[in-house]
């Protein structure tokens, strides 16, 4: 079974349009993140929510916007896509809160948007 | 504040040669310090890791000591295979703050 999943894998769209990704996971943590990837291989987090909850909320446009209906799942939204934000989009999770110490976190394998 | 700074890349080596994947750190306090890898195509997955000073982490051969003294994790392995290569990331976290740090990534290519 996988422990962390997102849809879609890829994402090919066209500048301004909206989208989504999803993401699910089956490990009963409770803490769930979202990282971007640029084509460097940079890992930048962007949010992160516990229990629903969002705890970190690093400096991203206001055109990202994660949604968590429940602790097992963190959707993100995208308004008005731009070209920079082609990247892969990594959903993680950890058992404990963002930055707990010892939690290990897993990742989902990604979604790579590309923004035409 | 805390970060996270690892040895420039791409590296690449050939098969059963050593391996080492330099990682320093700066932070207060007693992080914990991860190194995660990413194969090809793939998201990141923990390899190993250390919570207190002076831990060893070790995992497929893989090993990384805590050196507070020296604020350094460094990645090694004594004989890499062509399946080792992928990018390798050293990361922090505080059990406060809410905050965890990745490195920039190591790219590693191992050829036969």
């Known amino acids: 079974d996988t422990a962390v999943s997102q849809t879609p894998k890829y994402l090919v769209t066209q500048m301004g349009n909206d989208k989504s990704i999803k993401c699910e996971q089956n490990l009963g943590h409770d803490t769930m993140y979202w990282y971007k990837q640029d084509s460097k291989k940079f890992l930048k987090i962007m949010f992160s929510y516990n229990n629903k909850e969002l705890i970190i909320n690093e400096t991203v446009p206001n055109r990202f916007s994660p949604k968590s209906p429940d602790k097992a799942h963190l959707n993100l939204h995208i308004n008005s896509l731009e070209l920079g934000d082609s990247a892969v989009y990594f959903c993680?999770?950890?058992?404990?809160?963002?930055?707990?110490?010892?939690?290990?976190?897993?990742f989902g394998p990604g979604t790579r948007l590309t923004v035409l | 504040g805390d970060s996270v700074t690892q040895m420039e890349g791409p590296v690449t080596l050939s098969e059963e040669a050593f391996l080492t994947i330099n990682c320093t750190y700066t932070a207060t306090g007693y992080p914990s310090l991860f190194w995660y890898v990413q194969y090809p195509g793939e998201g990141l997955q923990l390899l190993l890791k250390?919570?207190?000073?002076?831990d060893k982490g070790s995992n497929k051969g893989f090993e990384a000591t805590y050196r507070k003294e020296t604020t350094s994790f460094h990645l090694e392995k004594g004989s890499v295979q062509v399946s080792d290569s992928a990018v390798y990331f050293c990361?922090?976290?505080?059990?406060?703050?809410?905050?965890?740090?990745f490195g920039t990534g190591t790219s590693l290519t191992v050829i036969p």
């Open positions: 993680a999770s950890s058992l404990g809160l963002a930055g707990g110490g010892t939690d290990t976190q897993y």
């Open positions: 250390a919570t207190k000073a002076d």
């Open positions: 990361a922090l976290s505080q059990a406060t703050g809410n905050q965890f740090y």
